[in-house]
């Protein structure tokens, strides 16, 4: 069965400075892996999608990579922002047919002023 | 941008009510999900409908749920006899899957059931 861990649970950093993110995975035959963003009693706002024959995708101040064979994935962000304060979640498409994807319980992020 | 909409964004109900979660899913997506997360805890997959049928669900999407695309522009979810348990965040999401695979989701309704 598939499970999906992130750690840091919490990290908070002064404004400016880079960061990562990590996401592990225990099965390493996936599909893609996508990364999304959670504000306080909002929804999941899609940041960045990486297919499994991908190393790396960019967004703007965002770079997300992927290592299938180790079962990790980091996100780097750039000159933090305080509008980067969020709930950060990693999440995995299972090779096979599966559609589900199946989420990491995420890493709430403050970006301090 | 198209997003996709759900409503409403809170639902309060007793327990034992039948409730139902409605989403419009973006306009030129075939593909749609159901996810709920308890409060504290991760995001959890309930279903997936394609083609007027459900593609995938997990085991926690047992015989008190149920999903449906009534029309052309809305799906939904139905609880028929709700528990305390079911208290959580339901999201629904949509996905052309065949172009990029991204799976675009709602603000989420927030169910309490007393």
């Known amino acids: 069965k598939q499970e999906v861990t992130q750690i840091p649970a919490a990290l908070s950093v002064p404004e400016g400075e880079n960061l990562v993110l990590n996401c592990s995975f225990t099965?390493?035959?996936?599909?893609?892996l996508q990364w999304f963003r959670q504000d306080p009693g909002k929804g999941l706002t899609s940041l960045l999608l990486i297919q499994s024959s991908q190393r790396e995708q960019t967004s703007g101040r965002l770079n997300a990579s992927l290592d299938k064979s180790s079962g990790r994935s980091t996100l780097y962000i750039a000159a933090s922002q305080p509008g980067d304060s969020a709930t950060y979640l990693c999440?995995?498409?299972?090779?096979?047919?599966?559609?589900?994807?199946?989420f990491g319980k995420g890493t709430k992020l403050t970006v301090n002023p | 941008e198209p997003e996709v909409t759900q409503t409403p964004s809170h639902q309060v109900t007793q327990m034992g009510q039948e409730v139902i979660l409605r989403c419009v899913p973006i306009?030129?997506?075939?593909?749609f999900y159901w996810y709920r997360q308890i409060l504290g805890q991760k995001v959890e997959f309930l279903v997936s409908?394609?083609?007027?049928?459900?593609?995938?669900k997990s085991e926690i999407f047992d015989d008190q749920f149920s999903v449906e695309r009534p029309d052309g522009s809305n799906f939904t979810l139905k609880i028929r006899s709700t528990k305390l348990e079911d208290s959580a965040m339901y999201f629904c999401a949509s996905s052309d899957r065949l172009a990029t695979n991204i799976q675009y989701f709602g603000a989420g309704t927030r169910l309490s059931v007393l």
């Open positions: 999440a995995v498409r299972p090779q096979g047919g599966s559609e589900k994807l199946v």
């Open positions: 409908f394609y083609n007027n049928e459900i593609s995938e």
């Open positions: 099965d390493s035959a996936i599909y893609n």
């Open positions: 306009s030129n997506h075939l593909y």
